[in-house]
C-alpha cells in the first residue's frame, strides 16, 4: 500500500500545494513505521502531524481552470486517505497497549477526528481502559459526548442507560434504553468473537434494557409499555433476584393499574400473582409487595361482586 501511495504521490503533487510533499510523505512513512513497533508516544506525535499536513492539502480550494480539476480531485481524495490512515494508527495501537495508553491514544483520536469511523469501532475498548486504568469518574462524560456523533453504539447507550438508573433517574434512562432495543438486534457480529458468545452478550443486554426501558415506563405511568417490556425482559434475567424482584413489583404495579382501569378482575389478580413473585424475593421490595397483593385481591373481589 505504501508503495502505490507513495507513486501516486509523486503525480499529485506535480501541481503547487501548501503542504511539501516530502513532509507528508515523511510523516506518513514514519508513522507507518511507530505503528508496527507500536511506539505509542511517537503515534500520537506523528499521526496529528500526518492529519494536519493530509488536512491542509484536502482543505485547498478547487481550481477554476477546468483543466486542473482532475488532478485537484486526486490530491483531495489522496489526502483524505492519509487523513483515515492517521486516524487508523490511533485506534490500532491504542487497543493493543496497556489501559491508560490506550486512553491517552484515544482521547487524541476524539481530539483529533470525534466523527472518525474507527471511535465507531474503539468506544468499547475505549471505555473498558477508563475504568482499568482509575478513570471511570470520565465514563459518563466519554459517553455523553460519543453519543453525538454515534447515537446506535450500543457501548455507549447502555453506559447512559445505567449511569442514569444509578441516579435513579429513569426518565432519563428510558430513551437510551429504547434505543438499545432498537440496535442491538442489528448489530453484527463483534469482529473477534464467536456467534453464540455474541449471542449470549446480545442477550443479556437486550434484558437490562428491556428491564430499564420497562421501569421507566412503569415510572411515568405508561403501564401497557412497561408490561410489555418487563414481560419480555423475565427470561432473560432467570437467576438474577435483584432484577427480577423489580421486575415482578412493577409487573404487579402494572397490571393492576390496567386491570382496574379496564374492570377487568383477572388481571387485578395476575397482579397479586406478580407481587406474590415479588415478595417470595428478599429484598427492599418484598414487604411492599406482600402488601399490594393482599390489596389486589381484595380489589379483584369487590370487582366480582359488582358484576
Same mark, same amino acid.
Given at each position: 500500500?505504501?508503495?502505490?501511495? %507513495?507513486?501516486?504521490?509523486?503525480?499529485?503533487?506535480?501541481?503547487?500545494?501548501?503542504?511539501?510533499?516530502?513532509?507528508?510523505?515523511?510523516?506518513?512513512?514514519?508513522?507507518?513505521?511507530?505503528?508496527?513497533?507500536?511506539?505509542?508516544?511517537?503515534?500520537?506525535?506523528?499521526?496529528?502531524?500526518?492529519?494536519?499536513?493530509?488536512?491542509? $492539502?484536502?482543505? @485547498?480550494?478547487?481550481? &477554476? /481552470?477546468?483543466?486542473?480539476?482532475?488532478?485537484? &480531485?486526486?490530491?483531495?481524495? !489522496?489526502? @483524505?486517505?492519509?487523513?483515515? !490512515?492517521?486516524?487508523?494508527?490511533?485506534?490500532?495501537?491504542?487497543?493493543?497497549?496497556?489501559?491508560? &495508553? &490506550?486512553?491517552?491514544? $484515544?482521547?487524541?483520536?476524539?481530539?483529533?477526528?470525534?466523527?472518525?469511523?474507527?471511535?465507531?469501532?474503539?468506544?468499547?475498548?475505549?471505555?473498558?481502559?477508563?475504568?482499568?486504568?482509575?478513570?471511570?469518574?470520565? %465514563?459518563?462524560?466519554?459517553?455523553?459526548?460519543?453519543? %453525538?456523533?454515534?447515537?446506535?453504539?450500543?457501548?455507549?447507550? $447502555?453506559?447512559?442507560?445505567?449511569?442514569?438508573?444509578?441516579?435513579?433517574?429513569?426518565?432519563?434512562?428510558?430513551?437510551?434504553? /429504547?434505543?438499545?432495543?432498537?440496535?442491538?438486534?442489528?448489530?453484527?457480529? *463483534?469482529?473477534?468473537?464467536?456467534?453464540?458468545?455474541?449471542?449470549?452478550?446480545?442477550?443479556?443486554?437486550?434484558?437490562?434494557?428491556?428491564?430499564?426501558?420497562?421501569?421507566?415506563?412503569?415510572?411515568?405511568?405508561?403501564?401497557?409499555?412497561?408490561?410489555?417490556?418487563?414481560?419480555?425482559?423475565? *427470561?432473560? %434475567?432467570?437467576?438474577?433476584?435483584?432484577?427480577?424482584?423489580?421486575?415482578?413489583?412493577?409487573?404487579?404495579?402494572?397490571?393492576?393499574?390496567?386491570?382496574?382501569?379496564?374492570?377487568?378482575?383477572?388481571?387485578?389478580? /395476575?397482579?397479586?400473582?406478580?407481587?406474590?413473585?415479588?415478595?417470595?424475593?428478599?429484598?427492599?421490595?418484598?414487604?411492599?409487595?406482600?402488601?399490594?397483593?393482599?390489596?389486589?385481591?381484595? /380489589?379483584?373481589?369487590?370487582?366480582?361482586?359488582?358484576?
Amino acid at each position: 500500500m505504501r508503495r502505490t501511495m %507513495i507513486l501516486v504521490a509523486g503525480l499529485l503533487f506535480a501541481g503547487s500545494v501548501t503542504a511539501r510533499p516530502d513532509d507528508l510523505e515523511d510523516s506518513y512513512a514514519k508513522l507507518q513505521s511507530a505503528v508496527a513497533a507500536k511506539d505509542a508516544a511517537q503515534v500520537k506525535e506523528l499521526s496529528s502531524k500526518l492529519y494536519s499536513l493530509a488536512r491542509e $492539502m484536502a482543505m @485547498k480550494p478547487a481550481p &477554476t /481552470e477546468e483543466s486542473g480539476k482532475e488532478l485537484w &480531485t486526486k490530491q483531495v481524495a !489522496y489526502a @483524505k486517505e492519509l487523513e483515515a !490512515y492517521s486516524e487508523y494508527a490511533l485506534y490500532a495501537t491504542a487497543v493493543q497497549l496497556q489501559p491508560a &495508553t &490506550t486512553v491517552e491514544l $484515544m482521547d487524541a483520536l476524539v481530539a483529533q477526528n470525534p466523527k472518525s469511523k474507527y471511535l465507531g469501532l474503539g468506544y468499547g475498548a475505549y471505555l473498558s481502559a477508563l475504568s482499568k486504568s482509575g478513570q471511570a469518574s470520565r %465514563i459518563p462524560a466519554v459517553a455523553q459526548k460519543g453519543l %453525538i456523533n454515534f447515537p446506535d453504539d450500543d457501548d455507549l447507550q $447502555m453506559v447512559m442507560a445505567e449511569y442514569d438508573v444509578s441516579r435513579n433517574q429513569l426518565a432519563d434512562a428510558g430513551p437510551h434504553a /429504547e434505543k438499545l432495543l432498537q440496535v442491538l438486534p442489528r448489530h453484527p457480529v *463483534p469482529e473477534g468473537m464467536s456467534a453464540g458468545d455474541w449471542e449470549r452478550k446480545r442477550d443479556q443486554a437486550l434484558g437490562r434494557a428491556m428491564w430499564i426501558a420497562g421501569q421507566a415506563h412503569s415510572a411515568k405511568g405508561e403501564y401497557n409499555l412497561a408490561d410489555q417490556d418487563l414481560r419480555s425482559a423475565l *427470561p432473560r %434475567i432467570a437467576g438474577n433476584d435483584a432484577m427480577l424482584a423489580a421486575a415482578y413489583f412493577q409487573l404487579g404495579v402494572a397490571n393492576y393499574h390496567l386491570g382496574r382501569q379496564g374492570m377487568n378482575a383477572n388481571q387485578v389478580l /395476575e397482579a397479586a400473582a406478580f407481587s406474590d413473585k415479588a415478595a417470595a424475593i428478599r429484598g427492599p421490595y418484598q414487604q411492599q409487595a406482600w402488601t399490594n397483593a393482599n390489596a389486589m385481591r381484595r /380489589e379483584a373481589a369487590k370487582m366480582r361482586g359488582a358484576k
